[in-house]
């Protein structure tokens, strides 16, 4: 069975920076895409960045310059630097994963990041 596991997030004031973490495990032949999606209160739910396994990554415009992510494919986890966090950077992180691409979306439980003023 896949699981998708985060770790991280919490409260920063705006400036601050945070790191979350997300470990994908039950598939005999990885991931090929990993990465996060945020959906603050009262929005849909958004990419903030993604990442495949030949190392391809893609960003948010609204988190390029400030947030990164970097993967270990022998450990199937990424991870989201988040620095110079602003107060619209507050959602619930979701980390998501696939096995192949185009395949089914596997979603960890989410980690509530908040940036206050």
């Known amino acids: 069975q896949v699981h998708v596991v985060e770790s991280g997030g919490g409260l920063v004031q705006a400036g601050g920076s945070l790191r979350l973490s997300c470990a994908g495990s039950?598939?005999?032949?990885?991931?090929?895409?990993m990465g996060w999606y945020r959906q603050a209160q009262g929005k849909q739910r958004e990419l903030v960045a993604i990442s495949t396994r030949g190392g391809s990554t893609n960003y948010a415009d609204s988190v390029k310059g400030r947030f990164t992510l970097s993967r270990d494919n022998a450990k199937n986890t990424v991870y989201l630097q988040m620095n110079s966090l602003k107060p619209e950077d507050t959602a619930v992180y979701y980390c998501?994963?696939?096995?192949?691409?185009?395949?089914?979306?596997?979603w960890g439980q989410g980690t509530r990041v908040t940036v206050s003023s």
């Open positions: 998501n994963a696939q096995i192949l691409f185009g395949g089914s979306d596997y």
């Open positions: 039950g598939s005999m032949f990885g991931f090929v895409r």
